[in-house]
């Protein structure tokens, strides 16, 4: 069994900086390819960043260069930190887990329950 509940989500400033963390409550999270997806209104999900349990790291294009996605294994904790945001990263952003170690965004099969990011002009 498998639980993730993610924290740090609030509203924010256009350039202002947020940090997300996910705890992950499960025996071990060292094989897990870890990920934040994300849902802006009207949008289907998409993924934000993959971190694999090897540490290579995956990031959608218009993240990249202001995200960074990072696991703490021995805490059992996935973070986001995200800087220099725009209105168009208004979404609730997800944590996520990939048991099986696949990295790819189908693959991930544990949800936490999202956290609400709202950047304004």
């Known amino acids: ?3 993730l509940e993610e924290s740090g989500g609030g509203l924010v400033q256009a350039g202002g900086s947020l940090s997300l963390s996910c705890a992950v409550s499960a025996r071990s999270m060292s094989t897990y390819a870890m990920a934040w ?3 802006a209104p009207g949008k289907e999900r998409e993924f934000v960043a993959i971190i694999s349990s090897g540490g290579s790291k995956t990031y959608t294009t218009s993240v990249l260069g202001r995200f960074t996605i990072s696991r703490d294994n021995i ?3 996935l973070h986001l930190q995200m800087n220099n945001l ?9 944590c996520a887990a ?3 170690g696949s990295v790819r965004p189908v693959d ?3 949800w936490g329950q ?3 990011v709202t ?3």
């Open 119 to 121: 950047v304004s002009w």
């Open 108 to 110: 991930f099969d544990t």
């Open 75 to 77: 805490e059992k904790s």
């Open 37 to 39: 997806f994300r849902r």
């Open 1 to 3: 069994q498998v639980q």
């Open 98 to 100: 990939s048991r099986s």
């Open 114 to 116: 999202g956290t609400q």
């Open 86 to 94: 725009k209105p168009e990263d208004t979404a609730i952003y997800y």
